[in-house]
């Protein structure tokens, strides 16, 4: 027997590729412009230097996808 919440499943496998992609693009910008040899005076900062992570407060703790996202990001950030 099937149910209709199984076509509606979350794939949730690696989910923090987007935000790591962002972030490096950012940093990889930066440099670029940072490293020009008629680099501006002012260069526009646009790399992220905070993440916010909320977490449901159901009291059950942390799920492993938290675990992970947090793990990938926390050299970044």
């Known amino acids: 027997m099937w149910y209709f919440s199984d076509w509606f499943k979350v794939n949730n496998d690696k989910c923090w590729d987007p935000i790591q992609s962002y ?28 993440c916010l992570y909320f977490i449901a407060p159901s009291g059950h703790g942390l799920k492993p996808l938290d675990i992970e996202f947090m793990r990938r990001l926390h050299e970044k950030v």
């Open 23 to 50: 972030i490096d693009q950012q940093y990889d910008n930066y440099l670029n412009q940072e490293s020009r040899v008629n680099r501006p005076v002012h260069i526009h900062d646009t790399r992220v230097h905070v």
